[in-house]
């Protein structure tokens, strides 16, 4: 009678563990992305970010870090970024019909606090500079 116990136990144990295998599998649980990662990714919403390809650090689902942002266009561009935002040095460059304007500086929160510009159009270049606080 003890081998019957024996095997009654050792069934048991394996029933148990394909329930528990199986149901992990057949879960709908979502698995959680690691909190800071690098990846690449289009954005298609409305906003800033609209049509824009960014290749660079995330935290917690967010852009943030280094990285580079490109639109279709031919814009890019590349630096720091915070939560979400422009934040800290980076060079943006931005291009028009008649040439392209680039902006390089310092971001605070999304908005250009410390800055060069450069407008080149037709062979023509101006520079401004700004320093705010």
């Known amino acids: ?28 649980e979502r698995l959680t992305p690691a909190l800071t990662r690098h990846a690449r990714h289009t954005f298609v919403k409305a906003g800033l970010f609209k049509d824009a390809t960014y290749d660079g650090t995330w935290l917690a689902g967010r852009i943030h870090g280094t990285g580079v942002l490109q639109w279709p266009d031919g814009s890019v561009f590349e630096g720091h970024l915070k939560r979400g935002l422009m934040h800290g040095s980076g060079m943006y460059t931005i291009i028009h019909n008649k040439g392209k304007e680039v902006q390089t500086g310092t971001w605070k929160e999304g908005k250009l606090v410390d800055w060069e510009l450069y407008i080149m159009q037709m062979e023509t270049c101006m520079r401004a500079t700004s320093k705010m606080d």
Do not use: D, F, P, Y
């Open 1 to 28: 009678a003890e081998w019957l116990v024996a095997l009654n136990s050792a069934i048991s144990k394996v029933l148990t563990n394909q329930k528990s295998t199986a149901s992990l599998h057949g879960s709908r």
